[in-house]
């Protein structure tokens, strides 16, 4: 199975920060990623996917970026509603397979 | 808005076989180019994807799980079922249903259930 690294496991910044998270994948993946968010007791929301596409109703301060095996979330001027864990996603084969998470404080 | 919800029994024992459903609203589970998902969470593994049933009826699953994994079709109900049979302490996990919404080669899970937490205990 393709395995998902993600870095940093947690952070902390300030309302207004510009905030990056990279993803990377044990092996090419082209660009069959996507990013989700989760607040506690909450289900995954998805962010981004096809590694940079924007889904519907997600707010323009997140950006996705990369393809092959490295990749990036930005998000632009954090707010205080972005503290949640994210995580990648690939489905570039099976089995589809997630990150470890990276969990995002904000101060 | 499409809507996922899961349900099914909260503690299951071991060896027994574990079974939920999840119930979809606006939108029909076989037309379209979808694929409905099961995935679970653990705090040890993280998420977990434990297998898709496509909208043309045909499955496809997590090769870790695939023994014990099936993923019944009933096409008189917007359903989809999960059946994972001898479980032990290792399944238990919150399960999620999501619908995967395919975009060229790439399928994310757009829309998810609230999830339901299972335990295997005796």
């Known amino acids: 199975a393709i395995q998902m690294t993600q870095s940093p496991s947690s952070l902390s910044a300030s309302v207004g920060d510009r905030v990056t998270i990279t993803c990377r994948a044990s092996?090419?993946?082209?660009?069959?990623l996507a990013w989700y968010h989760q607040k506690p007791g909450k289900a995954p929301q998805l962010l981004i996917y096809?590694?940079?596409t924007l889904q519907s109703g997600v707010p323009s301060r997140f950006s996705g970026r990369g393809s092959g095996t490295d990749f990036t979330l930005t998000i632009s001027s954090l707010q205080p509603e972005d503290s949640a864990t994210y995580y990648c996603q690939q489905d570039y084969n099976n089995p589809c397979t997630f990150g470890q998470g990276t969990k995002l404080e904000i101060k | 808005q499409v809507q996922l919800r899961e349900s099914g029994p909260g503690l299951v024992k071991p060896s027994e076989t574990l079974s939920l459903t999840c119930t979809v609203s606006n939108a029909s589970v076989f037309s379209g180019n979808y694929f409905w998902n099961w995935i679970r969470q653990t705090p040890g593994k993280g998420l977990e994807w434990i297998g898709f049933?496509?909208?043309?009826?045909?499955?496809n699953y997590n090769p870790s799980l695939k023994s014990r994994v099936t993923m019944p079709v009933d096409t008189s109900k917007s359903q989809f079922s999960l059946m994972l049979s001898s479980v032990t302490a290792a399944d238990t996990a919150v399960y999620y249903c999501?619908?995967?919404?395919?975009?060229?080669?790439?399928?994310?899970?757009?829309?998810w259930g609230p999830g339901t937490l299972v335990t295997v205990s005796s």
């Open positions: 049933i496509e909208y043309s009826g045909n499955t």
């Open positions: 092996q090419g993946i082209g660009n069959d």
């Open positions: 999501a619908r995967g919404h395919c975009v060229a080669a790439t399928c994310p899970l757009d829309f």
């Open positions: 096809a590694a940079s």
